[in-house]
């Protein structure tokens, strides 16, 4: 499983800050 970090870095890349 990725760790924490790198989910965080990976949502905001496909789903943008709205």
Not at 1 to 18: A, D, F, H, W, Y
Request: charged share 20%; hydrophobic share 35%.
């Amino acid at each position: 499983m990725v760790s924490e970090r790198q989910v965080t870095l990976s949502l905001p890349n496909e789903m943008p800050k709205q």
